[in-house]
Each structure stands twice: as structure tokens, then as C-alpha cells.
């Protein structure tokens, strides 16, 4: 039904405004998280800044309040996944547990946490991918690297083995997990909690 007209005493409406912002205003994560998804379906060469405020059905113009260049997006994209998947996970794997043998498992587990595990995979996939180009991506994925490995060299330092052989150790478990986040078809091959248990075993026997 349409409404009906106003009587001659009611005092006039206001006039609705001739423009109405269609979306809230837009932060610097939401276009770091648009595009993270971008490079993880289709690449870094596709993150630009028109592809972006098309899939946020925003106008290039906004882009620019938070960000001033396409630079200064992917900095902040490779600083954002930085401080999220290293020093924030590190930091909670730290204080989870202090037995050392509870943060092996930690660290073997992080690759089988559901669909958060899954997505860091994706991620890091293609920033790996990414970084075989681009040198400010590579020593974002190098200093993530050194200090992951810096972090399990302690782990194995405090079961008791020495400098040089904890950041074997520690090499050899770090490939693993981040093999096994990109493996994911091979759960057959050996069930997962029979391969972590192998390799947790195997991992802190000493050699002599």
C-alpha cells in the first residue's frame, strides 16, 4: 500500500539526504584482508588497487586514506601476516606450556588446527610464492624463517642438547611442520597422531 499523504496541519518532512554512504567507512585491515585473499586465488600480480575497491564495491579514491601506494599496501600485507603468524604465535606458544616436550608438540600440532591451519597454509604458500620474486617479500619470509627456527633452537636447548645441534634439530622439525601444512593429501599414507609421535620420538633421541 502506498502511504498516505500528509494533512495540511502536520508540520513538513524533512528532505532525506540526496546521498547515503552505501558501507561503513572501510579500516586499513579490510583492505589488508581483501588483499591477502587476492593473492592467495589468484596471485600478487592481481593485488592492485582497482581490483580491490571493485571486489569491496568501494571507489579507488577511498584506497587512499589509509594507504599511499600500492607499496604501502603490500608492506603493511607482509608486515600484517608477520606479526600475526610469527611473533603473536611464537608469543602464545611460549607461554602455553613451559615443559619442553609440550612445546614439541605444540609446534608438530600446528599444521592440523582446522580451517585456521588450512588458511595459514594457503597464505603462506603463496607468500612463499611471492617472495621467489620479490626481494622485500624474501627478507619478510627470511627474518619470519630465522625467527621460528631461533624459537625451536630454544625448545631443543632446554631438553638439554647443545647450540649446533638444536638448530639441526630444530631445522629438521621446522621443514617438517611446514611440509606437513601443504601435505595434505598424505594423511593416508600414516595416520597423523602415529607420524607425530614418530617424529616427536625421533626428534629427541639423542644421537650417542
Not at 2 to 21: H, I, L, M, T, V
Not at 48 to 56: F, H, S
Amino acid at each position: 500500500m502506498w502511504p498516505s499523504p500528509p494533512r495540511a496541519a502536520d508540520p513538513p518532512r524533512p528532505k532525506p539526504p540526496r546521498w547515503r554512504p552505501r558501507h561503513a567507512p572501510l579500516t586499513p585491515e579490510t583492505w589488508i584482508d581483501a588483499a591477502t585473499d587476492v593473492l592467495v586465488s589468484h596471485g600478487i600480480d592481481s593485488v592492485r588497487v582497482d581490483v580491490l575497491a571493485k571486489r569491496l564495491q568501494v571507489t579507488r579514491g577511498s584506497f587512499y586514506w589509509h594507504f599511499k601506494d600500492r607499496n604501502d599496501l603490500l608492506a603493511q600485507v607482509l608486515q600484517t601476516w608477520r606479526r600475526k603468524s610469527t611473533e603473536e604465535l611464537t608469543r602464545r606458544l611460549e607461554t602455553a606450556h613451559t615443559d619442553p616436550a609440550e612445546q614439541v608438540r605444540d609446534v608438530l600440532s600446528l599444521p592440523f588446527r582446522g580451517r585456521s591451519a588450512v588458511r595459514a597454509a594457503q597464505i603462506e604458500l603463496a607468500l612463499r610464492d611471492w617472495a621467489r620474486r620479490d626481494p622485500v617479500a624474501r627478507q619478510v619470509m627470511d627474518e619470519s624463517d630465522a625467527s621460528r627456527l631461533a624459537y625451536i633452537s630454544q625448545i631443543f636447548s632446554s631438553l638439554g642438547f647443545g647450540v649446533l645441534e638444536a638448530r639441526s634439530r630444530a631445522f629438521l622439525l621446522y621443514s617438517h611442520v611446514v611440509a606437513a601444512s601443504q601435505m595434505t593429501g598424505a594423511e593416508a599414507a600414516l595416520p597423523r597422531e602415529e607420524r607425530n609421535r614418530f617424529v616427536e620420538q625421533l626428534i629427541q633421541t639423542p644421537l650417542r
